[in-house]
């Protein structure tokens, strides 16, 4: 994969503000599934199919899915991160998670999660990693100084609780409730 330009990184940071959030502000419309077509991003962007193509290939996170559609047509979206604005069914089956997930967050988070365990806030679900170096790389995201927390996955999903995973290995859930939080890492 190679590096974003800083052109690019604009672009993915409109892409995801359309895709994810406000696609309106675009005049895109996303069907059900948060899909849109590559013609109309195109548009919208004023970029051409290769330019789109490069920053879906380098991006870090691989945050975008292409696909073509039943239609024949290519369409686009955002793999997780929506906001509940956004009334969006990814069409992901439950699976079952690994016996533990983590979640970095800012340390001046800590108190509230553990009275209120961790909740989606405007997005339609909680964001999940599967080792701590990436959940120290997102919760660095929003301030350096990082708390990593211990999920019990495998615990909360024997209790009913569904958890997704998305092809870019993020997992999903819709909340975790304090008592699956394990003490945070140092």
Same mark, same amino acid.
């Given at each position: 994969m190679? @590096?974003?330009?800083s052109q690019q990184v604009r672009v993915s940071r409109r892409i995801s503000m359309l895709l994810r959030h406000r696609p309106e502000r675009a005049g895109l419309t996303l069907d059900c599934n948060g899909w849109t077509p590559v013609a @109309? #991003? &195109? @548009?919208a962007l004023g970029i051409d199919r290769a330019d789109l193509d490069a920053v879906v290939a380098g991006n870090d996170k691989q945050r975008f899915a292409i696909?073509?559609?039943p239609d024949g047509? =290519? !369409?686009i979206r955002a793999r997780q991160g929506? $906001?509940? !604005? +956004?009334? +969006?069914d #990814? =069409? &992901?089956p439950p699976v079952q998670p690994p016996n533990t997930l983590f979640h970095g967050t800012p340390a001046a988070n &800590? @108190? $509230?999660i553990r009275r209120d365990g961790l909740r989606p806030g405007s997005r339609h679900h909680v964001h999940l990693s599967v080792d701590v170096p990436t959940a120290v790389v997102v919760? !660095?995201? !929003?301030?350096? =100084?990082?708390a990593v927390l211990r999920v019990a996955a495998a615990e909360m999903a024997a209790a009913g609780h569904l958890f997704h995973r998305t092809d870019n290995g993020v997992w999903l859930t819709a909340a975790v409730p304090p008592g699956y939080l394990a003490a945070d890492l140092p």
């Amino acid at each position: 994969m190679t @590096a974003l330009t800083s052109q690019q990184v604009r672009v993915s940071r409109r892409i995801s503000m359309l895709l994810r959030h406000r696609p309106e502000r675009a005049g895109l419309t996303l069907d059900c599934n948060g899909w849109t077509p590559v013609a @109309a #991003l &195109l @548009a919208a962007l004023g970029i051409d199919r290769a330019d789109l193509d490069a920053v879906v290939a380098g991006n870090d996170k691989q945050r975008f899915a292409i696909e073509t559609g039943p239609d024949g047509v =290519d !369409r686009i979206r955002a793999r997780q991160g929506h $906001s509940r !604005r +956004v009334p +969006v069914d #990814l =069409d &992901l089956p439950p699976v079952q998670p690994p016996n533990t997930l983590f979640h970095g967050t800012p340390a001046a988070n &800590l @108190a $509230s999660i553990r009275r209120d365990g961790l909740r989606p806030g405007s997005r339609h679900h909680v964001h999940l990693s599967v080792d701590v170096p990436t959940a120290v790389v997102v919760g !660095r995201r !929003r301030s350096a =100084d990082v708390a990593v927390l211990r999920v019990a996955a495998a615990e909360m999903a024997a209790a009913g609780h569904l958890f997704h995973r998305t092809d870019n290995g993020v997992w999903l859930t819709a909340a975790v409730p304090p008592g699956y939080l394990a003490a945070d890492l140092p």
